[in-house]
């Protein structure tokens, strides 16, 4: 077997085994080969895959980039051309702004000139009118002279007394201007104790026990009166106005049943008149101030609970005393002095107020609610009644109702006044219907 084997040729494999395990690796290397083929053809499929999706990718973004700049320069060239339409906007209306202060301005210049003009006129009319007044009042003066030359002559005055005439006119007007002067010292003396008065420890303690209700009425007045306001030159808010002002002593009735229109209008002008101001108006301390004048002018009228005096309330019911008081002389008729604390309280109760109120403003508008229907029913009840007694006096006049038959024409009148009142709310309802 030996010498067999040496006479194989080179490469040959007389193990039958060996041949086989030469073949089993020949085929492994073969199915390597195959597989490591595979994969990288697998790897190189893969890697056309990945830069396939590489390059799409890329394509994608710059595709992105290259829409968003277009949108970028799009919007870019959106705001120059709005930008470029709100300037031509701004300059459009500023040329507008500045053409209608132009138009502005020669139609005030042109104002100005039609004004002076008119003034121009006005003026040389009224200097003809007043020339042509004073010719006429020169002719007339001379007439009247030369009547009264003819007058003394014809009636030969003696000198002696027209002498003695003159003398008793000038004392006559030296008296007037005496009682005057008196009358108006008098006045301001009344005045100064007024103010002595209100500011007295007594009237000031009786004010802080009503201050509360009186602060709220001081405010709801203030806000009554603010629309009428047209000025805009006043705080209504703290300020009083002569409409509010009236209104209060209205719908309490301060006037006429405690003092005349009259006086409170004297008071609101004393109070206001040294005030530089364009709308005359009362601070919460005036407002005190024409409480306390009230009071003090309308003392007699006041009964210690509050309501009217026996006095007052007969002349009430007096058709012939319909004003219920005088004029007042605004220095008789009243003594300051008589004046307490007593008589504040007296008013302050008759306006229905209460010391340490808690009351709201809402409460307080809730309640003047009420008082103005109240005063409307009242004033519409007077109003009535004064009618009636118009009718019966007239009817007296003329003699067609006696004393007797008063009380009928009353009656009927009153009939007649109902049915037509009833008539004119019909008539209202259809209108609304």
Same mark, same amino acid.
């Given at each position: 077997?030996?010498?067999?084997?040496?006479?194989?040729?080179?490469?040959?494999?007389?193990?039958?085994?060996?041949?086989?395990?030469?073949?089993?690796?020949?085929?492994?290397?073969?199915?390597?080969?195959?597989?490591?083929?595979?994969?990288?053809?697998?790897?190189?499929? &893969?890697?056309?895959?990945?830069?396939?999706?590489?390059?799409?990718?890329?394509?994608?973004?710059?595709?992105?980039?290259?829409?968003?700049?277009?949108?970028?320069?799009?919007?870019?060239?959106?705001?120059?051309?709005?930008?470029?339409?709100?300037?031509?906007?701004?300059?459009?209306?500023?040329?507008?702004?500045?053409?209608?202060?132009?138009?502005?301005?020669?139609?005030? &210049?042109?104002?100005?000139?039609?004004?002076?003009?008119?003034?121009?006129?006005?003026?040389?009319?009224?200097?003809?009118?007043?020339?042509?007044?004073?010719?006429?009042?020169?002719?007339?003066?001379?007439?009247?002279?030369?009547?009264?030359?003819?007058?003394?002559?014809?009636?030969?005055?003696?000198?002696?007394?027209?002498?003695?005439?003159?003398?008793?006119?000038?004392?006559? !007007?030296?008296?007037?201007?005496?009682?005057?002067?008196?009358?108006?010292?008098?006045?301001?003396?009344?005045?100064?104790? !007024?103010?002595?008065?209100?500011?007295?420890?007594? #009237?000031?303690?009786?004010?802080?026990?009503?201050?509360?209700?009186?602060?709220? #009425?001081?405010?709801?007045?203030?806000?009554?009166?603010?629309?009428?306001?047209?000025?805009?030159?006043?705080?209504?808010?703290?300020?009083?106005?002569?409409?509010?002002?009236?209104?209060?002593?209205?719908?309490?009735?301060?006037?006429?049943?405690?003092?005349?229109?009259?006086? !409170?209008?004297?008071?609101?002008?004393?109070?206001?008149?040294?005030?530089?101001?364009?709308?005359?108006?009362?601070?919460?301390?005036?407002?005190?101030?024409?409480?306390?004048?009230?009071? &003090?002018?309308?003392?007699?009228?006041?009964?210690?609970?509050?309501?009217?005096?026996?006095?007052?309330?007969?002349?009430?019911? +007096?058709?012939?005393?319909?004003?219920? &008081?005088?004029?007042?002389?605004?220095?008789?008729?009243?003594?300051?002095? *008589?004046?307490?604390?007593?008589?504040?309280? *007296?008013?302050?109760?008759?306006?229905?107020?209460?010391?340490?109120?808690?009351?709201?403003?809402?409460?307080?508008?809730?309640?003047?609610?009420?008082?103005?229907?109240?005063?409307?029913?009242?004033?519409?009840?007077?109003?009535?009644?004064?009618?009636?007694? *118009?009718?019966?006096?007239?009817?007296?006049?003329?003699?067609?109702?006696?004393?007797?038959?008063?009380?009928?024409?009353?009656?009927?009148?009153?009939?007649?006044?109902?049915?037509?009142?009833?008539?004119?709310? +019909?008539?209202?309802?259809?209108?609304?219907?």
């Amino acid at each position: 077997s030996i010498g067999s084997r040496a006479t194989l040729g080179p490469g040959k494999i007389a193990n039958k085994v060996e041949e086989d395990r030469q073949l089993e690796k020949l085929q492994e290397k073969k199915i390597l080969k195959q597989k490591e083929d595979a994969r990288q053809l697998r790897q190189q499929v &893969i890697n056309r895959r990945l830069a396939k999706m590489k390059e799409k990718k890329q394509e994608e973004e710059q595709k992105k980039k290259d829409e968003e700049l277009k949108a970028k320069e799009k919007q870019a060239a959106r705001t120059r051309r709005l930008a470029e339409k709100a300037r031509k906007d701004q300059e459009l209306r500023r040329r507008q702004l500045e053409e209608m202060k132009v138009k502005k301005k020669e139609e005030l &210049i042109k104002q100005k000139e039609e004004e002076k003009n008119d003034a121009q006129k006005d003026t040389e009319k009224k200097k003809l009118e007043r020339q042509q007044f004073m010719k006429e009042q020169r002719k007339r003066q001379k007439e009247e002279f030369k009547a009264t030359t003819t007058k003394r002559q014809a009636t030969k005055v003696d000198p002696a007394e027209e002498t003695k005439k003159r003398e008793k006119d000038k004392q006559n !007007m030296e008296k007037k201007m005496k009682l005057e002067r008196e009358k108006r010292e008098k006045e301001k003396k009344k005045l100064e104790e !007024m103010v002595s008065l209100y500011k007295s420890e007594a #009237m000031t303690k009786k004010f802080d026990e009503y201050g509360g209700p009186v602060k709220q #009425m001081f405010k709801f007045y203030c806000k009554v009166a603010s629309q009428v306001n047209t000025l805009g030159k006043t705080d209504t808010t703290n300020n009083m106005l002569f409409g509010g002002y009236m209104k209060w002593a209205s719908q309490f009735i301060l006037y006429p049943t405690l003092v005349t229109m009259d006086d !409170m209008v004297y008071i609101f002008r004393v109070l206001t008149k040294h005030k530089k101001s364009d709308v005359p108006s009362l601070t919460f301390d005036d407002f005190k101030q024409a409480i306390c004048r009230v009071a &003090i002018i309308g003392q007699k009228n006041l009964a210690p609970d509050g309501g009217l005096s026996a006095m007052q309330e007969e002349n009430k019911s +007096d058709d012939s005393k319909k004003q219920l &008081i005088h004029k007042t002389n605004f220095t008789e008729g009243y003594v300051v002095s *008589q004046t307490t604390p007593e008589t504040l309280e *007296q008013l302050l109760t008759f306006m229905q107020l209460s010391p340490g109120s808690t009351e709201t403003v809402g409460d307080f508008d809730k309640r003047m609610r009420g008082l103005n229907e109240e005063t409307a029913k009242g004033k519409l009840s007077n109003q009535k009644t004064l009618k009636t007694q *118009q009718t019966v006096n007239r009817a007296k006049s003329r003699g067609v109702v006696g004393k007797d038959d008063t009380t009928k024409s009353k009656e009927v009148t009153i009939k007649e006044e109902s049915t037509e009142d009833a008539k004119k709310e +019909d008539a209202k309802e259809e209108a609304k219907s």
